[in-house]
């Protein structure tokens, strides 16, 4: 079994920095595909940022050049660095995973793993 757990998240202002990380637990990721998703009440969980097994990354237009996804596979955790935070980021983020990644992906439904969530909000 895998278990993700979200820490980093809390409130600040427009334009502010924020780190989340997500540790895992139970087994190595080494060869698992990592991802962010984030959630606002009355949406869609949305993708935000993903890095491959390789470390190739990929970002949601909503976040490239603000956001970047990195691991650390030492110490079994990945994480997420967000600069210039906008009030529209306000969200619960997810960490999740992907044991047997096949591809790409910005979907839900591809990963296997997730994490309970870590709130971000950001006040105007």
């Known amino acids: 079994q895998v278990q993700l757990v979200e820490s980093g998240g809390g409130v600040v202002q427009a334009g502010g920095s924020l780190r989340l990380s997500c540790t895992t637990s139970?087994?190595?990721?080494?060869?698992?595909?990592m991802a962010w998703f984030r959630q606002a009440p009355g949406k869609e969980r949305e993708f935000v940022a993903a890095i491959r097994w390789t470390s190739s990354t990929y970002y949601a237009d909503s976040v490239n050049g603000r956001f970047t996804i990195s691991r650390d596979n030492a110490k079994s955790t990945v994480y997420l660095q967000m600069n210039r935070l906008k009030p529209e980021d306000t969200a619960v983020y997810f960490c999740a995973a992907d044991p047997a990644p096949a591809a790409n992906s910005r979907l839900p439904q591809s990963y296997d793993y997730w994490g309970q969530g870590t709130q971000v909000t950001v006040s105007s």
């Open positions: 139970g087994r190595t990721l080494s060869n698992y595909d």
